[in-house]
């Protein structure tokens, strides 16, 4: 039961040793830079020092209690990412799927629209966009 | 009441700078906003559009209307894009 | 893209490696063999050999076409898994977070009720039971 | 017709055998049932609760009225129990 915020790439299969003992299952998810259309480089992720560490732990709490987990891990980065580099992972463990689908679902609809990270595309040309945030992640989080 | 005011992302780039150390009578998010928006055009311009903006008192997310109390630190930023 | 069945385990760091190359979300499930009780000494899983590989294969492509997945894996193990062991696991990936997660939904509600495995529990006084489906599996399955 | 008719789970223990090798004229799964039920008190035993049978054609999952057309292999088990 764990939340981290770091620059440094992440292993999922380290993150995972020995996790969720004693679940039945066990879900993670894992956020990848993407690019749409040829022309993204990385992404820049500029975050909330302090605030970022309590908001995850906050929400990893909520999930944990709502759903019985019996473990769950957040870990996410900041600073800039290459197309191909892992963003972020939840992992959640529970005695049975649906609670730890939920949980996972859950916790990735709050990190989208209420923990203070923002990203900015970086394109090959060098231009920097701010992403805006999306109507639909709002919608999301109302559903719980 | 002395206040740390810290802006992230577009916000930060607007105003030129990541935070500043407040003197202010406010008592809400929101009168702080007023008093920030007085101090010069690029506070102005950040703060023209309040519907884009989002803010924490003390690390945690307020509203707008948020009492500031003793609140040391607020911070100011446009809605969060993590995961 | 593909199903494996076997009474070997599986190592899920592994099974990752290059796994959902270009995607932007990849999801996984682990189930895990579960005491709840203290009695349970292990499973014993058997299965349609033939038949398994040939279902688990068209429940992944029908996930891939329905969910426009960039990729999916599904591993599933036979024979006794003590408790504690990992049983099978699925990974989907895809460009959107929703799609990975319904994906992975989608392919568990398949799994528990319609691939050919069958489940018994032995105790650590040696006696068996088969254990029976759940009417709320197949309510599950109803949902897609 | 010649059929190879596989058993899984407590339908094979019932049986007590995995598989076997039978001459029908059944035309669908159901009446296949009804031969091999009237063979002997164990599989009369099996196919007591048809609510409880699912069955397989050529592996490919089927319906009890499934038509057994030029199937090769039939299999009769109880609902799965995957993941």
Known sequence: MSARVHSAPFD?????????????????????????????????????????ERALSDYGRQAAERFALTDWRIVHRHGRLPVGDQIMMVATAA??????????DYLMDWLKSRAPFWKREIGHDGAARWVDAKASDEDALARW | MTLDVLYFA???ERIGQPRERVETAATTVRDLIADL?????????AFSD????RCAVDQQLAD????????????????MTGG
């Open chain 1, 12 to 52: 999922l299969a380290a993150e995972l040793a020995g996790f969720g003992s004693g679940a039945g299952a066990i879900v993670t998810f894992t956020g990848v830079v993407r690019d749409d259309t040829g022309a993204l480089a990385a992404l820049e992720i500029e975050h909330y020092p302090g605030m970022t």
């Open chain 1, 95 to 104: 005695r049975h799927r649906h609670a730890a689908f939920q949980a996972a």
């Open chain 2, 10 to 12: 577009w916000l930060r």
């Open chain 2, 37 to 45: 928006a007085a101090r010069d055009d690029w506070h102005a311009a």
């Open chain 2, 50 to 53: 309040l519907s884009a903006i």
């Open chain 2, 64 to 79: 707008l209307d948020s009492p500031l109390a003793d609140a040391r630190e607020v911070a100011f930023f446009p809605p």
